[in-house]
């Protein structure tokens, strides 16, 4: 097959997000990316330019058929469409080792999941090895029964509305991850959040606490065409944690992406969180599976 290639556009958003789709359509819940990670990760980031960290391959009939999109040079994800052979895939994934050795890059990490043998047979004869650390992905089916929102007395959880001012949802993501390494969404990243095609403001959810401060916030995403909505990212301060409120919250998002037609939902948390899996489990995800990182040395 003839493929070429070249670096993102930013016309290019509805056929990644189609290409995410249609991998979720034949493999999800096994698969890397759903389309909220797609938009989040399309911010403007410090240090990051999808026009230079993206590449995209394309077909002779002008189809999308793979990407790779680079993270600081020392990582990334690389998908390839379902139809693609592994040709295609071995084409992508040179390329990327190559931008990331032009990058200085001495260790190259990527991802394949747990008993996806056809993958890590693949990353081993590219000489990866798993590495010790990845994300466990938790899955909730929507068409049965699940809690409704309860929260702690003296906090209530709500989309946020058009009076409440991005600045101070920004602020509110931040506090969440104060105690983490600090997050850079700023006000002016967060004007370019609400500007992406799927971002829904009811979606856009917080609690507020007893003195009606944002304590605890999410951003669900939701692809229709496949009926699956995520929840990315998740947080809460560091004083009203263990109390309730984001289990109260992340369950307001179930519902109203349920109320969009959704039929599951995904969230994904660092297999060394204990704490965050038993508050995504306590709101009835479960494990589907555990995506791992695998490392190479780039020669």
Not at 32 to 57: Q, S
Not at 124 to 129: I, K, S, T, V
Not at 219 to 232: L, S
Request: net charge negative; charged share 25%; glycine share 10%.
């Amino acid at each position: 097959m003839e493929l070429t290639s070249r670096f993102f556009r930013w016309e290019d958003i509805p056929a990644l997000h189609t290409l995410i789709s249609e991998k979720w359509r034949r493999d999800g819940p096994r698969v890397t990316l759903h389309v909220g990670d797609l938009y989040w990760g399309l911010l403007p980031w410090p240090g990051r330019d999808p026009e230079e960290d993206i590449h995209v391959w394309h077909d002779s009939s002008g189809h999308l058929t793979g990407l790779f999109w680079l993270d600081h040079a020392v990582g990334g994800n690389a998908m390839r469409h379902p139809d693609a052979d592994e040709q295609t895939e071995t084409i992508i994934f040179a390329r990327f080792e190559d931008e990331a050795r032009r990058r200085g890059s001495k260790d190259f990490s990527t991802d394949c999941f747990l008993g996806d043998d056809r993958r890590s047979a693949f990353l081993a004869d590219r000489g990866y090895a798993r590495a010790g650390y990845g994300d466990q992905h938790l899955l909730i089916d929507l068409t049965t029964g699940f809690n409704s929102p309860d929260p702690p007395e003296g906090y209530s959880v709500r989309g946020i509305t058009g009076t409440d001012g991005i600045e101070r949802r920004a602020e509110a993501h931040r506090a969440a991850w104060s105690d983490e390494k600090p997050s850079a969404l700023s006000t002016d990243v967060y004007q370019e959040l609400v500007k992406m095609p799927g971002y829904r403001q009811e979606l856009d959810l917080v609690a507020v606490g007893p003195e009606g401060a944002f304590v605890s916030c999410t951003n669900a995403w939701y692809d229709d065409a496949i009926k699956v909505g995520e929840f990315q990212p998740v947080g809460c301060h560091p004083n009203h944690r263990r109390k309730g409120v984001t289990r109260a919250l992340i369950l307001e998002g179930l519902h109203r992406l349920k109320a969009l037609g959704a039929e599951r939902a995904i969230v994904y948390t660092s297999t060394d969180n204990p704490g965050a899996q038993m508050l995504y489990e306590s709101c009835g995800f479960r494990v589907a599976g555990h995506n791992w990182n695998y490392t190479k040395r780039l020669d």
